[in-house]
């Protein structure tokens, strides 16, 4: 069976869009956000060139308001990756996170970070040790020496919302 077909996915911090295309082609409905209009115009154009129904939007996470205009919608998953590029970047993903993953329980999330971003740290202290609305679980992405897993460049979480705050994810 395919996993994908008919969930409801939002991107946070889609790029080139090549995320939301695969889901789209794997049949799930798909929202993928970016932070400025050139960057919603290139992902528009990628995802029209791919011949895919992904609905495109600007989301700033540092604007309140425009997260507020997404918070009504539910959503199966959640993803995002390297994303940390600054440690503001990181609070601002965190807060994103715990929105659209931690605001109804069973939504999951599946998130990748490249250690070697100056945010990085920010966000795993956050991430690991923060006041979360989702448990974290770190996934081994591969195998030691092709840049996965704890002591490789490139770390992947799979979140699960809880719906509410905790101390302890």
Known sequence: TNHWKNQRVLELGAGTGIDAILLSKLGAKVDATEYTSPVVEWLTNCCKKNDVDVECSSLDWYDESAINKHINEEYDC??????????????????????FVGGREGTIGYIGVCVERSGTPRFLELLLGGLNRFCVEEIEGGEEGFGFGKEGRYRVFKLVGRGRFHSKP
Not at 78 to 84: H, K
Request: with cysteine; proline share 0%.
């Open 78 to 99: 959640v993803i995002m990756s390297d994303c940390t590029l600054t440690e503001s970047d990181a609070e601002a993903c965190v807060k994103v996170l715990n929105v």
